[in-house]
């Protein structure tokens, strides 16, 4: 790590952890590769789907604690 990299880590760890978050974000975002716009709206549309199947009744859910059970069974 250089010089100035470390000098800039110890300046942004001093920020409030809000200001940290949003600087982490917005690093992020800056090394991510532009998204294919074709798959931004393929999965709106999946999300639109699934939340009205969810509203109309015709899907079966699982709480969170059957999934997270299921996630941490032994030999999985």
Known sequence: MT???????????????EDRAELAGMLLESIEEPADEGVEEAWAAE?????????????KTIPWSEVRAHL?????
């Open 3 to 17: 010089r100035a990299l470390e000098q800039l880590y110890e300046e942004a760890a001093r920020l409030p952890v």
């Open 47 to 59: 999300i639109e789907r699934r939340m009205a199947e969810y509203r109309a009744g015709t899907v």
């Open 72 to 76: 941490h069974r032994p030999g999985r």
